[in-house]
């Protein structure tokens, strides 16, 4: 079953962006909501390049294991079709330990996968900057009892976009402050030769052909 924000939980991510987005009608909240999914979704499933190469090595040794089993098993004196099937699945075991060598060997030295928890900050934030909203944080002044707590819109965004979605594990206020000053590098790092006004959206785009591939 697809996941959704409850009502209050969509209140508290269009308050947020009525207060932090300088244009709050041009948020996506489907395309929120989409990443949302794919990050539950993607989540379970992620595995570090180190097991992925580990897993291919595994199925390349047990092929190499097959085949060694069947020489034993299926002697060359023994002749007629089920010799000649013998000698298919051998070739094609052998193709198969290869391309499972090929694979583990790519899985450490190629393009790493996304990590899921990495894209969906960056996500939700892309889906913020794109209607307007800054990335910057605030701290309560010294006058309460909570002074130097961090706060402003899109600190109460990412918490409302955050919590319902990774429950336990969604960062704490430390942890999205570096959050914002990661993405807000990125973005810093790709207006560099763009013109200001198309950087953040370029990097969105990046973000989201991602999701469409």
């Known amino acids: 079953m697809a996941f959704d924000f409850t009502e209050a939980q969509w209140r508290e991510i269009r308050s947020a962006v009525r207060d932090g987005c300088a244009q709050p009608a041009r948020f996506k909240e489907r395309l929120l909501l989409g990443c949302a999914n794919w990050y539950l979704d993607y989540r379970p499933r992620y595995r570090s390049a180190s097991a992925r190469s580990a897993a291919w090595k595994r199925v390349a040794r047990l092929m190499r294991q097959t085949r060694a089993a069947m020489a034993i098993a299926d002697p060359m004196e023994h002749l007629g079709p089920v010799f000649e099937d013998s000698v298919e699945l051998d070739r094609r075991l052998e193709r198969g330990q290869r391309f499972a060598d090929l694979r583990g060997r790519?899985?450490?030295?190629?393009?790493?996968?996304?990590?899921?928890?990495?894209?969906?900050?960056?996500?939700?934030?892309?889906?913020?900057?794109?209607?307007?909203?800054?990335?910057?944080?605030?701290?309560?002044?010294?006058?309460?009892?909570?002074?130097?707590?961090?706060?402003?819109?899109?600190?109460?965004?990412?918490?409302?976009?955050?919590?319902?979605?990774?429950?336990?594990?969604?960062?704490?206020?430390?942890?999205?402050?570096?959050?914002?000053?990661?993405?807000?590098?990125?973005?810093?790092?790709?207006?560099?030769?763009?013109?200001?006004?198309?950087?953040?959206?370029?990097?969105?785009?990046?973000?989201?052909?991602?999701?469409?591939?």
């Open 106 to 213: 790519e899985a450490v030295a190629g393009v790493p996968l996304p990590r899921p928890r990495a894209e969906y900050f960056r996500d939700a934030l892309s889906c913020w900057t794109d209607a307007g909203g800054r990335l910057r944080f605030s701290r309560v002044g010294p006058e309460t009892k909570e002074h130097g707590r961090l706060g402003g819109p899109t600190v109460r965004y990412l918490q409302a976009v955050t919590r319902p979605v990774m429950k336990s594990e969604a960062p704490t206020l430390e942890g999205i402050r570096n959050i914002i000053e990661r993405h807000a590098t990125i973005v810093r790092s790709l207006n560099t030769g763009i013109h200001p006004d198309h950087g953040e959206k370029l990097l969105s785009y990046l973000l989201i052909a991602r999701r469409l591939v």
